[in-house]
Nanobody, 118 residues
Framework: QVQLLESGGGSVQEGGSLRLSCAAS???????MGWFRQAPGKQRELVAR???????NYDDSVKGRFTISRDSAKNTVYLQMNSLKPEDTAVYYC?????????????WGQGTQVTVSS
C-alpha cells in the first residue's frame, strides 16, 4: 500500500511562508490529493485539494494564501503557504481520494507541524 511522508513544516512568524511536501511511496498520479490540517483539540479539516488534471479547490480560510501543486513524475504534492497566521498552526497531512468512494483512503502519515507565532 502507498505510504505518505509529509515534510517542510516549522516555526515561523506571522506573515511568513513555508512550503510543505508530501512524498508518496507509489504512484498517485491518477488520484485527487488533499492537504489536511489538525489543530489541537479540533477535528482534521481539508484545506486544499488538487485533481489529477490539476484543478484545485481551497477552504475559504486559506484561499489566496495557500497554493497546492503536484509533480506526478515525483509522486509528490506540495502546499505553498504564504501570509501565515497564528490560526494556521496545526499538524498538516496529505492523503489521496478514492474516485469510487470519494473517501481519503490511504493510511495517514505522521504529518508535519506548522507553528505560526504572532
Amino acid at each position: 500500500q502507498v505510504q505518505l511522508l509529509e515534510s517542510g513544516g516549522g516555526s515561523v512568524q506571522e506573515g511568513g511562508s513555508l512550503r510543505l511536501s508530501c512524498a508518496a511511496s507509489g504512484s498517485i498520479r491518477s488520484s485527487t490529493m488533499g492537504w489536511f490540517r489538525q489543530a489541537p483539540g479540533k477535528q482534521r479539516e481539508l484545506v486544499a485539494r488538487i485533481t489529477r488534471d490539476g484543478s484545485t479547490n481551497y477552504d475559504d480560510s486559506v484561499k489566496g494564501r495557500f497554493t497546492i501543486s503536484r509533480d506526478s513524475a515525483k509522486n509528490t504534492v506540495y502546499l505553498q503557504m504564504n501570509s501565515l497566521k497564528p490560526e494556521d498552526t496545526a499538524v498538516y497531512y496529505c492523503n489521496a481520494q478514492s474516485s469510487l468512494t470519494m473517501r481519503y483512503y490511504l493510511p495517514w502519515g505522521q504529518g508535519t507541524q506548522v507553528t505560526v507565532s504572532s
